[in-house]
């Protein structure tokens, strides 16, 4: 009898920790699930983002250039559609926004693109005009700091904020696949 006992002792002890060993596995597993889903529904979109805000926003002050040193009404056109489009990725970022934080970095980031814009409209506004070139080189004077303004903040709080978040949840996905080993 007493081996019995023993036989049954062991066999529910290797039961135990078989089950503990499946479901540390299983919560392992989801918690990187949950990462790579976090990966994929906010930071990379978040990314896709930011890039298309820049990307359409340098397009539109390059536009501006062009529309300031030829009149070209083409690259006044290029201009509006690059601004549409900057405002509407700028709506896909929003969206991908999930805290309070995440709303105020975004009105932050969207003073920035407004002080670009607006600077924009006063250089196609002075060129329009015919104003005096000196009129002229001092509404670029101010697109070129406001872009720099806003490259120094993208650099700043966009790409180094969304880096680290990519690198922490790589981490911790790397840290949960270490437990499994």
């Known amino acids: 009898m007493k081996l019995r006992y023993k036989l049954l ?5 290797l039961l135990v920790l078989i089950v503990n060993a499946f479901f540390f596995a299983w919560s392992t597993a989801q918690d990187s699930a949950r990462q790579f889903k976090s990966i994929q529904d906010y930071a ?4 896709v ?3 298309s805000i820049k990307d359409n926003l340098h397009i539109a002050v390059l536009a501006v250039y ?8 083409q690259a006044k056109t290029t201009y509006q559609t690059a601004i549409r489009q900057t405002v509407s990725a700028e709506i896909d970022f929003f969206k991908t926004s999930q805290t309070e934080q995440d709303f105020t970095f975004i009105a932050a980031f969207n003073n920035h693109i407004n ?3 607006n600077a924009s409209e006063n250089v196609i506004s002075v060129v329009e005009n ?11 004077d101010e697109l070129a700091t406001q872009r720099g303004e806003f490259t120094q903040f993208l650099e700043a709080e966009v790409t180094g904020k969304i880096q680290q978040q990519v690198i922490q949840l790589s981490t911790d996905i790397q840290q949960n696949a270490n437990k499994i080993q």
């Open 66 to 73: 062009e529309f300031a040193s030829t009149k070209d009404p």
């Open 130 to 140: 015919n104003s005096a070139p000196e009129t002229v080189a001092q509404a670029l």
């Open 44 to 47: 990379f979109p978040s990314l």
């Open 49 to 51: 983002a930011v890039g």
């Open 115 to 117: 002080e670009v814009n």
């Open 9 to 13: 002792f062991i066999f529910s002890v």
